[in-house]
Structure formats: C-alpha cells, structure tokens
C-alpha cells in the first residue's frame, strides 16, 4: 500500500483500520505520526462534543420562534433559502482570493529581491524543508523557510510573516489547488503573498 | 425495517404539511426533533453556545416561514441542516464584522478532561480553546463539511445533500480539512 492510499483510508473511514493499513503503520514513521494525530483529533473532538442546552434555554428558543412567526417577523436577517449561503460566500471570496492574488503578484517582486538579499548560509539554512501548513511566526529579520517547488503562501500579520500553506501535498491525492485556495481563503483580513523559489 | 423508514417518512411528511400550514404543534414536534442536531452544528461552527441557540432560532424561523419553497426532494433534516449551516456561517461573518454583537455567556464546563494518561489532563475549556483556533483556520466551506462530517457522523452522501455539490467534492473537503486541522493544532498543547 502507499502512503497517499494510506492516508486516504485513515481520513476517510468512520470506523477500524483494515489489515493492509495496519501492516503500513508498523513500518511507516510518517505516516504512523499522521495515524496519532488523527486519533488525538478524533478524542479531541470526542472530549469537546457540545453540551445540550437546557430545557428552560430551549423553551427560551421555541417562546422566541413562536412570537416571531406569529408577529409575521420572517427573520432578522432574510436569506435565499433555494441557494445555499456559501454560494455567495464563495463568490464574494473568490472575488477578495483573486484580489489577494493580484496584491501578492505586486508584491511579490519585492519579497523576491528581499529573498535575493538573504546571506548565503542564512539562506541556505533557510531552504531547509519546511512541513507544509506548520505555522511558524517570523520575526522581520529572519528569513522564512521554504521549499524549492511548491508554491506558498506567506501571510503578513503586523511584524510577523508566516508560511500557512504550501502545495507539497500532492502524493495525498488532494486537489492542491484547491487546499491554497481555501487557505487564501481563510486568510482575507490578512495580506498575503503566494510564492515559489 | 424498509417499512419502518418509510413510516418515518410519511409521518415527518405530514408534520411538515401540518407545519406549512401553520399549526403549531406540528412546528412544536418538528423543532423538538431537530433542534438537538442543529445545535450540534451551530455550535461546531460558531463555538458559543448563546449564539448557536440564536441560530437556531432564526434557522427554525426560516424554516418554517419559507416551507412553501421545501418541495420534499430531499428530507425536511437535510433542508433544514442546509438552513442552519448557512445561517451560522452568515452568523460569523457579521460577528467578525460586528465582534461586539457576541452576547451571553459561554458555560462551557471548566471540569478537567482526562486522557488515558492522568498526567496528561488538559481542561475541557483549553480543549475547545484549542480545537477552535484550529478551525478558524479552515473556509467556511471545509469547516461545515467537516463539521456534518465529524459532529453529526452523516455520511458523504447525505453532506453532498445538504450542501448541494458531488459527492467527489465532500469527501475532498473532507480530506483537506482534516489535513489542515492536523497540521494547525497546537499539538504541543495536547500532549
Ligand atoms: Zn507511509
């Protein structure tokens, strides 16, 4: 088995691991670590499963929908119900992604000279391998760590600049682009970069 | 057991009938029996409990003010987790707009959560603490897929229902999220 079918199989089944994976995790360290940490995952999600309310917060609830039905008030804030929201997220966030691409393509020029002027063994320990979406905060002077290949996308918060994604996950099977593009995403308050040496 | 389901069937079909036409004690049964699910998902997405029980709300509101539009292709759950899905993530981008609008008081249980390895106790609070930066890092799309996902247990096949796309696209959502939430948890933290 590989290690993309393995890890395919561990994020995606609801249940026991079958005999091919479990052979896989005896001699595989890499993906072993990413079989305990979905397992951590699993038990932190597990341990922080949403109390239920109250009987008198759902009563609360129920007195609420009522009076507002009954006042003909449909909502305070109406949306389409035939479409979902996300459409129109996704639009909107699609607009600010490629507003955020067009700021990174302005702005790559200059993080690119920057790069250029990183000393010599600076920057090569610098190109040392960099786990892809491993937060790591900068501060302005240090050089930041990446790959030769991958694209990244470094963001820009006050003084600190970081690596939050890089396409190096190919061999998962994961539409890369996708995965950036979902990072970029969630990062539309703050400017980013996307880059490849 | 196919009979069983069917019979389910046809009795939410009559509550959600009695429902469009107003009777109140169809709405009554009907919130009664999904309000817990819909919390559950509110609640992944928004991480408070006073603002997830607001959802709830303004989704059951909608719900049953526009179920003229439900045409029964898909169950009324689906429908309405479609609802509240959408209505929670509109939630949280108006509180990221507006943070002073979050009210109420978190009751989240300070009690200490317990790994096999007492040494290891982190509290429940700093749990969620945790688990929440992590998906504020992921898009309003990957976080609801991964939230009916993980929290409702719901198959691929029921999300791409609820959330109208391929069932392709669920389970690649599912996987990207899962990929970013391992690899943002602060995992030193947990161990
Ligand atoms: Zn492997």
Redesign the pocket.
């Known amino acids: 088995m590989r ?1 993309s079918e ?1 890890i395919q199989e561990l994020i995606t089944s609801q249940g026991g691991r079958d005999d091919a994976v479990v052979a ?1 995790l005896t001699t ?1 360290a ?2 072993r670590r990413f079989a305990d940490d979905s397992e951590l995952l699993d038990r932190v999600w597990t341990q922080t499963r949403p109390v239920s309310p109250s009987l008198d917060s759902w009563a609360q609830v129920w007195d609420g929908i009522q009076s507002r039905l009954a006042s003909g008030i449909e909502s305070h804030h109406p949306t389409v119900l035939a479409m979902p929201a996300t459409h129109k997220a996704s639009s909107r966030f699609r607009r600010l992604g490629l507003l955020a691409l067009a700021q990174a393509a302005a702005v790559l020029f200059v993080v690119q000279i920057g790069w250029h002027f990183i000393p010599g063994p600076g920057r090569d320990a610098a190109q040392k391998t960099q786990l892809a979406g491993v937060s790591q905060p900068r501060s302005e002077a240090s050089p930041i760590e990446i790959d030769e290949g991958p694209i990244v996308v470094i963001s820009f918060a006050g003084d600190a600049r970081e690596v939050v994604a890089a396409d190096t996950d190919s061999a998962s099977g994961v539409d890369d682009g996708f995965v950036l593009f979902n990072e970029i995403e969630s990062l539309v308050t703050t400017p980013v970069v996307a880059y490849q040496e | 057991m196919l009979e069983t389901l069917d019979d389910a069937r046809t009795s939410e079909a009559e509550l959600v009938q009695s429902a469009r036409a107003g009777n109140a004690s169809a709405q009554g049964m009907l919130f009664e029996k999904h309000r817990g699910d819909s919390y559950r998902v509110a609640y992944r997405l928004l991480g408070h409990e006073q603002d997830a029980l607001d959802v709830v709300q303004e989704a059951m509101i909608k719900a049953f003010s526009g179920l003229a539009e439900f045409d029964g292709r898909c169950g009324f759950r689906t429908w309405l987790l479609r609802i509240v899905t959408n209505t929670a993530l509109d939630w949280g981008r108006r509180r990221r707009r507006n943070p002073t609008m979050q009210i109420g008081t978190d009751v989240t249980s300070n009690e200490p959560v317990v790994y096999d390895d007492p040494s290891r106790s982190v509290n429940c609070q700093e749990l969620r603490s945790i688990l929440d930066q992590a998906l504020a890092r992921l898009s309003p799309t990957l976080k609801s897929t991964f939230v009916l996902f993980a929290e409702l247990e719901m198959s691929y096949a029921e999300i791409a229902e609820v959330e109208q796309v391929p069932i392709g696209t669920v389970m690649s959502r599912i996987h990207a999220a899962r990929s970013k939430l391992q690899s943002v948890l602060d995992w030193n933290r947990l161990r």
Request: charged residues 0%; glycine residues 0%; contains cysteine.
């Open positions: 290690c393995v896989h595989c890499s993906c």
